[in-house]
C-alpha cells in the first residue's frame, strides 16, 4: 500500500502544471506527483498537514485512467486502470 496526499492545484493551467481542468495534485509516497482532473478516494481518509499545506490524506493504491485524468484510490492492488 502507498501513502497519498491530495490537494488543490493553486497553479493549474500554468506552464507545466496541466490545464485548467487539472485542479487536482496527488502525491504518492512523497515521492512522485500526479496532476488529475477528477479524484475519487475509496478508502478512509482524513486531513494532514505537510508543511504550511493541509491535504486529504489516505493509504492505498493509485489507479490512473488516462483518458479522463482520473485518479481512484482503492484498498485492492488488482484493480486496473
Not at 495534485?25 to 515521492?31: I, L, Q, S, T
Not at 493509485?62 to 482503492?74: E, M, N, S, V, W
Request: aromatic share 12%; proline share 4%.
Amino acid at each position: 500500500m502507498n501513502k497519498y496526499h491530495i490537494r488543490f492545484n493553486k497553479s493549474n493551467g500554468e506552464p507545466g502544471r496541466g490545464t485548467s481542468d487539472h485542479v487536482w495534485r496527488v502525491f504518492e509516497n512523497g515521492e512522485k506527483e500526479y496532476l488529475a482532473r477528477h479524484v475519487s478516494i475509496n478508502v478512509p481518509s482524513w486531513s494532514e498537514q505537510t508543511g504550511p499545506d493541509w491535504n486529504i490524506a489516505c493509504i492505498g493504491f493509485l489507479a490512473f485512467y488516462a483518458g479522463t485524468d482520473t485518479i481512484i484510490i482503492h484498498n485492492n492492488n488488482t484493480q486496473e486502470a
